[in-house]
């Protein structure tokens, strides 16, 4: 670094990595994010995919973009409008010009700008030259070019070369954020280490991005942002995806049953198939059913050997699976269904977010079958939801249904790697008489959960299936009353499950005007939304989260009594505020929804908190 470049203390910083889909920018996203987590900063990210596989090359519909705030302060959003925009190409620019902030620094690679990438682009001039991004910070970067020209000695065909002018790149961004280099080098080494000349390309091309930044002093101040204070322990980054997957592992784990996955590929809950395949060595067992039915009735029928069963989908897998679910519910064993979900309906958006299977997972079934539902909040704490799911389904021999979605999927988000202590305890209930005198529909007391034994447990054979059960013997019959008084366990036993549940918990103001609910996903933009209008001296307002959907906390009531009006913010046209409604018919509902395939941004939520604020 020059000695006579300033540094610029900032809090928080946004910034967002866009090219082809070809141009790796996950990777140089994932790279960033890793070396930001080194530094001690919190973070949240999210990746913004093309929704076709082979979308035309520099046309906007290709582009793939990755999203990143950094700060030194605690982070629960990927941000809203962008600091830094790193563009490979005219289409990336198109499409994301407008996320910039006014003064926001743009680095394009101008070797792209050509003629023929302009008008893929459907630019009529090239914006690098004419006046339209004066109110930016503009740096022309020759990022192709000079990547060429510092791997021109490793033999690599110029195709190959190009592919590494992202670490170019991201060379520049190491620059502006005072990023050690060595650093993200060990990165690059631990991403190549098996291909060793592509490790050196990258490495080059890292160096010559950094040297370019420093050489051409093209930058007034470099970004410093000091360090988070997160809460002491070991840390890694880490995707909603991949914490589910581990989550399970702990449950496993803690509960000392096997873990098995019945499950089909699917956008975008195909990672946790496949992070959950690369784990025999910890005991999970993986089965890539020929399609969801098979898939979900294979999860049905490990689970009454005895393992942790677990089948993951989205949406449109979730249809399919819901005839089998009523299996698993009225057989009353422990299944744990996670659903990521995407913009619907039927094929939709598969690359994009959307909270709109809600319905679906309260009352996607024939008959009375209701289910435990939660949804996980942020990438991290999809280990921890994961992990609760499959708590209280074997705790109380029921399905449940997590629903997570594709902002929490693949997004990141620091994790601590929590102590096998600090678990809570999976108390699955025991039968401890003499097993002459157990019946296989017999229940604690309390909860009313079905006592869970394997068919292959000497003295425990048994038969169970989707026709109804008699009381205790689990027997066939159709005897009318019978059938009421087991459709009402079933649904008692659900309710029950709110004694042990955590209450429900507000920030802000503890009664007043206005609170804010939201659910799943929507936590950290509402949180922000909040915390900053709190901040700015707004004390009549309030934010209640919600994980536990079905049954809610058991103080749920207690709290919307305290507030005039209740403003919920969802991803789709209204599911969770109709639901509330349908529970809580008595109090003032407003809604807010989006349903763009994108998630909500802080500056969102806050003016419609305003402007419900001057309404009231």
């Keep these: 670094m020059s000695e006579h470049v300033l540094e610029k203390e900032m809090r928080k ?26 530094e001690g900063l919190d973070l949240t990210t999210t990746p913004d995919f093309p929704a076709e596989i082979r979308a035309p090359q520099g046309s906007i519909g290709g582009v793939s973009s990755f999203q990143i705030q950094i700060g030194g302060t605690e982070i629960y959003t990927p941000g809203d409008q962008v600091d830094v925009l790193v563009v ?8 994301n010009i407008s996320m910039l902030k006014p003064g926001g620094t743009i680095i394009a690679d101008m070797d792209s700008f050509s003629p023929r990438n302009l008008k893929k682009a459907e630019y009529e001039s090239n914006p690098l030259e004419d006046d339209s991004l ?57 991403k ?40 002491k322990g070991t840390y890694r980054n880490i995707d909603g995806n991949t914490a589910a997957a581990w989550g399970l592992l702990a449950a496993a784990e803690k509960s000392g049953r096997k873990l098995s996955l019945s499950s089909y590929p699917i956008t975008p809950a195909s990672e946790i198939l496949h992070e959950l395949s690369a784990r025999k060595d910890m005991g999970a067992i993986v089965f890539q059913a020929e399609d969801e039915i098979a898939a979900i009735c294979a999860a049905i029928g490990a689970s009454f050997s005895g393992n942790l069963s677990v089948t993951t989908t989205s949406g ?43 319905y679906q997972a309260l009352y996607g079934r024939h008959g009375d079958a209701p289910l435990v539902v939660m949804a996980a909040s942020s990438p991290d704490d999809c280990f921890r939801f994961s992990y609760e799911a499959a708590k209280i389904a074997m705790e109380h021999s029921t399905p449940v249904i997590l629903l997570s979605d594709t902002y929490l999927a693949s997004g990141t988000s620091p994790w601590r790697i929590p102590d096998k202590e600090e678990l809570p305890e999976i108390r699955i209930p025991q039968f401890d008489k003499n097993p002459e005198e157990w019946e296989p529909f017999q229940r604690e007391p309390e909860f009313l959960s079905r006592y869970w034994k394997s068919p ?31 459709t009402k366990i079933r649904a008692e036993k659900i309710a029950r499950i709110a004694k042990k549940l955590p209450t429900l918990k ?79 018919p008595e109090f003032r509902y407003k809604q807010f929804n989006k349903i763009q395939g994108q998630a909500f941004f802080t500056s969102e939520i806050k003016a419609e908190i305003i402007n419900q604020l001057t309404l009231i």
């Design 13 to 38: 910083v946004v910034v967002r990595f866009s090219g082809d889909s070809g141009d790796g920018m996950q990777l140089t996203g994932d790279m960033f994010s890793q070396s930001s987590g080194q």
């Design 88 to 95: 490979m190409n005219p289409a990336a620019l198109k499409a």
């Design 134 to 190: 004066d109110e930016y910070h503009v740096i022309q970067a020759p990022a192709t070019s000079l990547t060429k020209s510092a791997l021109k000695d490793l033999g690599l065909e110029n195709q190959a070369m190009s592919r590494s002018k992202n670490m170019f790149a991201l060379g520049i961004v190491t620059y502006i954020f005072s990023r050690p280099l060595e650093k993200v080098k060990t990165l690059i080494d631990n």
């Design 192 to 231: 190549f280490g098996n291909k060793p000349t592509i490790a050196e390309a990258n490495k080059l091309a890292l160096e010559a991005g950094f040297n370019f930044s420093e050489s051409t002093e093209l930058f007034s101040a470099s970004i410093v942002i000091p360090p988070a204070n997160l809460p």
């Design 316 to 358: 449109p897998g979730l249809s399919l699976k819901s005839e089998a679910m009523g299996l698993a519910l009225i057989s009353e064993i422990p299944l744990v269904i996670i659903n990521v979900q995407r913009a619907g309906p039927s094929t939709g958006l598969p690359t994009k977010t959307e909270q709109s299977d809600l």
């Design 456 to 486: 292959g447990d000497a003295g425990f054979e048994h038969r169970i299936g989707g026709l109804e059960k008699k009381e205790n013997t689990g027997n066939l019959t159709y005897e009318p009353a019978n059938h009421e008084k087991m």
């Design 506 to 584: 507000t920030i802000g103001a503890q009664r007043g005007k206005l609170l804010v609910v939201g659910w799943g996903s929507t936590h950290g933009a509402i949180n922000t939304a909040v915390t900053e209008l709190l901040e700015e001296g707004e004390a009549d307002v309030g934010f209640a989260h919600f994980n536990y959907i079905n049954p809610l906390p058991a103080n749920t009531e207690e709290i919307f009594k305290k507030y005039e009006h209740i403003l919920v913010c969802e991803l789709n046209n209204g599911q969770f505020v109709n639901y509330l409604k349908s529970q809580f």
